[in-house]
């Protein structure tokens, strides 16, 4: 480390740095929801005309700076766009890039994963409860000592590697979550399997003879959660593990971050965890017994099927979205027109 020099992190890297996108143009949005939390990539995205918010091409880096947001670990490293291409996002985004010749632009966002930084933004976050914000000129003016440009390349080659192999591990579960998503919808909402058969009629459409129609409450227990006491958060394992909300959402299970001393509402094990408060309808499940806020309800299943509980949660709210995404173009022709959409 004896090459490595101590700059102030705002001549290294460059804050929020300019990027160009007219008005009503069509473009990729990446909203604070389709960050996973802890996770490089991002997987998620819509087109829509900009109208607003943080903008940014490949090799940006998006951190959250509001609360819980950054403490939930929304950052990402914008890799997917096309040559050129500026994305758009949530206006609580900082958005971080090396400076040419300084800081590679992917050292520049394992650096802004390193505690030192993360509790810098932390700490430097002021505003009413709940809607603190992280101040861009405290980061900008931390000093670190940081290594030249040859050293930042082989640290990333050697970071990236492991993000590789994270991403690919996450694209195969993927596919056999389609599979498995693909399979229910065949034999439950489809009813692929009983085409041979008798069907009868019932308020939901024809179904198979046998079969009625029925309530969720019927075949599962629905636990709508209540936030504990805000002082009775922590982060050293005190009490239960404690989700607020979608935030805390990852591919399958949600991602660890807090506990509370006095929980109130619980979530047993493999029950399926559901947003109620905006986005309302994602689903995780949880893996293990676990405090939920007013932000999730918890669905489990009265005879142990709480997998049939997650995909009948699954397959409707893919129709809902289906639905919304037909209503939502119809009613703009510009985005009907957009080749990339393929409606």
């Known amino acids: 480390m004896e090459e490595w020099k101590e700059y102030r ?61 950054l403490e939930n670990g929304k950052q990402a490293y914008v890799g997917m766009l096309n040559d050129g291409e500026t994305a758009f996002g949530s206006t609580e985004y900082i958005v971080i890039c090396g400076r040419k010749s300084l800081c590679d632009n992917r050292f520049a966002y394992y ?14 976050m002021v505003g009413t409860s709940g809607r603190q914000r992280a101040q861009v000129d405290v980061l900008e003016n931390m000093f670190m000592r940081l290594p030249p440009l040859s050293e930042q390349v082989k640290i990333v080659s050697i970071l990236s590697s492991l993000d590789d192999k994270i991403d690919l591990n996450r694209k195969i579960n993927s596919n056999l979550e389609e599979q ?52 009775s958060y922590n982060k050293n394992g005190d009490g239960a593990v404690f989700y607020q909300g979608r935030a805390e959402f990852g591919f399958r299970f949600p991602h660890r971050n807090l506990f509370t001393s006095e929980p109130k509402k619980f979530a047993e094990t493999n029950s399926t965890l559901l947003s109620v408060r905006a986005p309302v309808g994602d689903i995780n499940m949880a893996n293990e017994k676990c405090c939920i806020g007013r ?18 949660l699954a397959s409707q709210k893919a129709i809902k979205e289906k639905i919304d995404i037909v209503n939502k173009f119809k009613k703009n022709t510009e985005c009907l027109r957009h080749p990339v959409l393929n409606l």
């Open 9 to 69: 992190l705002g001549d290294f890297m460059e804050f929020n740095p300019k990027r160009s996108l007219s008005k009503n143009t069509i473009a990729r949005k990446i909203t604070m929801d389709k960050l996973v939390p802890h996770t490089r990539d991002i997987y998620d995205w819509t087109y829509e005309p900009y109208s607003g918010g943080a903008k940014f091409q490949n090799g940006d880096t998006l951190m959250a700076r509001i609360t819980p947001c």
């Open 111 to 124: 650096l802004s994963l390193c505690p030192t930084f993360r509790n810098a933004a932390i700490k430097s």
């Open 180 to 231: 498995a998503k693909a399979l229910f919808k065949s034999w439950f909402i489809d009813f692929e399997p009983f085409k041979s058969g008798k069907f009868v009629e019932s308020e939901l459409g024809k179904i198979p003879d046998g079969w009625r129609a029925g309530t969720l409450s019927e075949i599962a227990e629905i636990t709508m959660g209540t936030s504990p006491n805000g002082k």
């Open 295 to 312: 932000g999730l309800a918890s669905i489990k299943s009265r005879q142990g099927y709480n997998s049939f509980i997650f995909y009948l």
